[in-house]
């Protein structure tokens, strides 16, 4: 087969990683197959230097996600190469583009959080891109021979949403890079104790209350929330110093892996107090570093960290007080959280980025054109 990969948003954090996850996984396994990558000018050293197979070849395409050129040129751009499919790994799949494809899906969080507060536009234009990518995804969904997901809470969410057949939606968890899980111990650079929140600062972060239960918590330890300088975080930086927590946070951009996985191995935990989330990455990589979970009690982070987290109504500001209270207290179920910690040890051992591209490679081979022109046992 010759399969295409749209590697575009490779230098992103989030589908960013997915994607370099996914290649370097791909090009370890797989030498039956083709694969063309089309990628940003930018990004086409490190794409490089992560792949080890002469079968996967590099087309320069620079052309952003979620604009126009998009919807109009990579159609003939995909078209000349021939593919017999092709893996958008985001939503943001050109609509002119009639051969086969698969598509990820990481969350539909846009469809719970609609409103104008979740982005930095003026509120006509975001409606006009929102409408966009609600034709986009419904055309995508519609004509995927798969749609692709990280976790059944997501999967779920999808068939509710978009009503498609659940046979069409295929799960595929994520995993821990090892750049971040086989870091040796490190000594914390930060000079008091400190609780982890790693993320984006988007409404459906929940962050608001988060600061609110720290507020309230009546020691010394610290909040150090790592993210991206965006127009989120910036209007994040404006809440902590409008509650006066400057003292007691610390905001941390752009950190490198190997100084994440020493924030996770000397804090107190991770708290990830979303409302939604489609996976959940920060729990897996907090456990591979032998850092204990606190996290929100919804569906996706049951699913993902099972009885190795310590849980919470993210609703309740009071009730995640009391859980930072049970951390920082040494006494109270102090027992209790150490087995949820060791717990989360094993756990993590479950998903890798192997087994995620194993899996998608299977779906590849049953979803392409080829298969269908010859099928397993035939020739041509």
Same mark, same amino acid.
């Given at each position: ?8 948003? $490779? ?6 990683? *997915? ?45 952003? $996600? ?67 990518? /609600? ?20 999967? #779920? ?11 069409? +939606?295929? +799960?595929?968890?994520?995993?821990? #890079? #090892? ?14 104790? *400190? ?6 600062? *988007? ?15 009546? /020691? ?9 300088? #965006? ?150």
């Amino acid at each position: 087969m010759k399969i295409g990969i749209d590697t575009r948003l $490779w230098g992103e954090t989030g589908v960013g990683r *997915y994607i370099r996850n996914l290649v370097s996984e791909l090009s370890k396994i797989d030498f039956k197959n083709s694969y063309v990558l089309f990628a940003l000018n930018k990004n086409e050293k490190n794409i490089k230097s992560a792949i080890r197979n002469s079968q996967f070849v590099i087309r320069l395409t620079d052309i952003k $996600w979620h604009t126009l050129e998009e919807q109009l040129k990579f159609p003939a751009i995909l078209n000349k190469e021939n593919l017999d499919l092709i893996h958008f790994p985001y939503f943001s799949v050109p609509a002119l583009y009639n051969k086969p494809f698969v598509f990820t899906i990481h969350d539909l969080i846009i469809d719970h959080f609609p409103t104008g507060q979740a982005s930095a536009l003026p509120f006509p234009i975001y409606n006009l891109k929102r409408l966009a990518y /609600n034709l986009v995804l419904s055309y995508a969904a519609k004509k995927a021979k798969k749609i692709i997901t990280v976790s059944n809470a997501t999967k #779920d969410e999808i068939i509710d949403h978009l009503k498609v057949n659940p046979e069409k +939606v295929a +799960v595929t968890y994520e995993g821990v #890079d #090892d750049r971040i899980s086989n870091i040796k111990y490190q000594k914390s650079k930060i000079d008091s104790e *400190y609780f982890l929140c790693v993320g984006n600062a *988007y409404p459906h972060k929940n962050l608001e209350r988060l600061l609110e239960a720290f507020k309230i918590l009546d /020691n010394d330890t610290k909040l150090v929330l790592v993210g991206k300088e #965006d127009y989120f975080y910036k209007r994040l930086r404006s809440k902590v110093a409008g509650m006066r927590l400057s003292d007691k946070t610390i905001l941390l951009q752009n950190v490198a892996d190997e100084e994440l996985s020493s924030l996770y191995q000397n804090a107190k935990a991770l708290i990830l107090p979303s409302l939604m989330e489609g996976f959940g990455l920060p729990a897996l990589e907090a456990m591979a570093n032998k850092c204990l979970v606190l996290a929100s009690d919804i569906p996706s982070l049951r699913e993902i960290c099972g009885n190795a987290a310590l849980y919470f109504n993210p609703l309740s500001i009071d009730e995640l007080t009391k859980k930072l209270n049970m951390v920082t207290s040494h006494t109270t179920g102090y027992g209790r959280l150490e087995e949820i910690r060791k717990r989360g040890i094993e756990r993590v051992k479950l998903f890798s980025w192997r087994k995620m591209a194993r899996k998608t490679l299977k779906i590849y081979e049953s979803s392409s054109s080829a298969s269908r022109r010859y099928p397993e046992g035939h020739s041509e």
